[in-house]
């Protein structure tokens, strides 16, 4: 079983900075992509940010130069920085990843995994 647990969201000001942090755990023999998606209330979840195993990374153009996203290989995880914050940053965030699982000997299979969602609201 593998699971991701995200951790970091709060309240904040705006134009005030969270970070926000996302860790697999379980039988994972390699993760090729993590992402951030977020879901306002009343609207669909759309992308935030992406990174691959190499490193590659992606931002949605309402976050390009604002957000940060990073990961760290060997601890399964991935982070998002999240600076100037507005009103419409507000939204559970959560974290996606494709996964795969297994071993030599029973075979791998390769998994998309959701984290639970970690609310972010940002207000005065």
């Known amino acids: 079983q593998v699971q991701l647990v995200e951790s970091g969201g709060g309240l904040v000001q705006p134009g005030g900075s969270l970070r926000l942090s996302c860790a697999a755990s379980?039988?994972?023999?390699?993760?090729?992509?993590m992402i951030w998606y977020r879901q306002a209330p009343g609207k669909e979840r759309e992308l935030v940010a992406s990174?691959?195993?190499?490193?590659?990374?992606r931002y949605a153009d309402f976050v390009k130069g604002r957000f940060t996203i990073s990961g760290d290989n060997a601890k399964s995880a991935v982070y998002l920085q999240m600076n100037n914050l507005k009103p419409e940053d507000t939204a559970v965030y959560y974290c996606?990843?494709?996964?795969?699982?297994?071993?030599?000997?029973?075979?791998?299979?390769?998994?998309?995994?959701w984290g639970q969602g970690t609310l972010v609201t940002v207000s005065l």
């Open positions: 379980g039988s994972i023999f390699s993760i090729d992509a």
């Open positions: 996606n990843a494709a996964i795969v699982t297994g071993t030599e000997v029973v075979g791998y299979r390769s998994l998309e995994v």
């Open positions: 990174i691959t195993r190499g490193g590659s990374t």
